[in-house]
């Protein structure tokens, strides 16, 4: 007789994919990196990868008590992050490159939108140019 219970690996998989078309990106743009924190709770960063510079950056960071916990959480943020978060544009270059590159963020403060610039690579490999907050519509 199968077990009834659902299938830990079906139900994450499902909670992905609803992430992914809630936020309109393909499967290419958008990373979920898992680890196990403190108190064998599951960190999930969630990154997207941008398809025109090629540059992956930190969408939102969430910690549970296990995998599909911690998908459950970042699926109600991403539903309800537009509502919470400021928006912010950020010009930045690469070093050693010389097109100017512009990126959009949501973030609580700029400190956090830098933060998720950044998140993975050396400080010095990009200057940033300017960090604007947008205007609220």
């Given amino acids: 007789m199968l077990d009834s219970s659902p299938d ?8 992905q994919k609803e992430i ?3 936020l309109g990106l393909s499967s290419n743009s958008l990373v979920f990196e898992f680890r ?11 990154i997207t990868i941008n398809p ?5 950056f930190l969408f939102h960071t969430e910690e549970g008590y296990d995998k599909v916990d911690v998908l459950n959480r970042m699926l109600h943020y991403v539903r309800n992050y537009k509502d919470k978060e400021n928006s912010y544009t950020v010009q930045w270059r690469i070093r050693g490159e010389k097109e100017l590159q512009t990126s959009y963020f949501r ?16 400080m010095n490999t990009i200057t940033v140019f300017s960090l604007v907050m947008n205007p609220v519509a």
Avoid: F, P, W
């Fill in 8 to 15: 830990i690996h079906v139900e994450s998989a499902r909670i």
């Fill in 20 to 22: 992914k078309d809630y």
């Fill in 36 to 46: 196990t924190v403190e108190n064998n709770r599951v960190r999930l960063d969630l």
């Fill in 52 to 56: 025109r510079h090629r540059q992956s």
């Fill in 107 to 122: 973030a609580k403060n700029m400190y956090d939108a830098l933060d998720k610039l950044y998140y993975g690579r050396d």
